[in-house]
């Protein structure tokens, strides 16, 4: 494995490709062996691309693997801390999806804690996603023309800067294959309604105590957060299927957010 990580390395920076070795020579190689080549010889324009210092930032984020017990359980219990979408059956999803080349989701590993194993050095999580459910080509498209953010979770004890450099991280992934394309034109998202936070009327900020939740601070909005980073708002509708602690069921009106990327 070293020397096919050494090839990587030395074909993405000098240019020039290594002498081909005869495939006789690789018939010694047991069958996990030979599994391992052909991995590696597969994902050479992967790793070359993400070893691109066009890409600087993608180091913050890593790719999950949820064929792996260890990291499965990590994403189930994160998604636990985080309140929704918290069902093993949500995680088989997300799989399903990932194999089939529709997600991509990655571990947010901030440099304080890239020397830790798995799951410890993992302070949250993130998705991008080309196929909505049900179908929406203004969100997400099928040739990642259009990619969806999803599921932005950062633990509590390391909040504070870290989500928006997971985002910026994220805009540059939308470029790279298979996660993304060149073709990528934008980025959307869809988030609470701003007016859940700013207006105090019964029909916005009041729907807080039917829930029996504090309302949040204003100039907190979700919204309003990834509006600083460059997201543009260009229409509202009810969206969030949620219930008040009564029983009545409500659909609350989501904002949905666009930024178009640069070339």
């Known amino acids: 494995m070293a020397s096919d990580c050494?090839?990587?390395?030395?074909?993405?920076?000098?240019?020039?490709?290594?002498?081909?070795?005869?495939?006789?020579?690789?018939?010694?190689?047991?069958?996990?062996?030979?599994?391992?080549?052909?991995?590696?010889?597969?994902?050479?324009?992967t790793l070359c691309s993400l070893i691109s210092p066009h890409n600087k930032m993608s180091s913050l984020l890593q790719i999950i693997d949820l064929h792996d017990p260890v990291e499965?359980?990590?994403?189930?219990?994160?998604?636990?801390?985080?309140?929704?979408?918290?069902?093993?059956?949500?995680?088989?999803?997300?799989r399903t999806a990932m194999d089939a080349g529709t997600r991509a989701m990655f571990w947010i590993v901030p440099p304080s804690l890239a020397h830790l194993p798995l799951p410890d050095r993992c302070a949250g999580h993130i998705a991008l996603v080309s196929e909505m459910s049900p179908p929406n080509e203004e969100l997400a498209r099928?040739?990642?023309?259009?990619?969806?953010?999803s599921s932005l979770f950062i633990r509590p004890e390391h909040r504070g800067g870290l989500g928006r450099k997971a985002v910026q991280a994220l805009e540059s992934w939308a470029k790279i294959p298979p996660y993304g394309s060149p073709h990528c034109e934008a980025i959307t998202l869809t988030a609470l309604d701003r007016r859940y936070t700013e207006d105090d009327s019964e029909e916005w900020g009041g729907v807080w105590a039917?829930?029996?939740?504090?309302?949040?601070?204003?100039?907190?909005?979700?919204?309003?957060?990834?509006?600083?980073?460059?997201?543009?708002?260009?229409?509202?509708?009810?969206?969030?299927?949620?219930?008040?602690?009564?029983?009545?069921k409500i659909k609350l009106v989501a904002a949905f957010l666009r930024k178009t990327l640069r070339e």
């Open 210 to 248: 039917r829930f029996g939740q504090q309302a949040p601070k204003k100039g907190s909005s979700t919204e309003d957060w990834y509006a600083r980073m460059g997201y543009v708002k260009w229409k509202s509708q009810p969206m969030f299927d949620e219930q008040f602690l009564d029983g009545t």
């Open 72 to 94: 499965f359980d990590e994403l189930l219990h994160q998604r636990d801390l985080c309140g929704w979408d918290k069902m093993a059956s949500d995680i088989e999803a997300w």
């Open 142 to 149: 099928p040739d990642k023309s259009i990619l969806y953010i």
């Open 6 to 45: 050494r090839d990587v390395r030395w074909r993405c920076f000098s240019g020039r490709r290594p002498a081909r070795r005869p495939l006789q020579s690789f018939r010694h190689l047991s069958p996990r062996e030979s599994r391992y080549l052909v991995t590696a010889t597969l994902r050479l324009p």
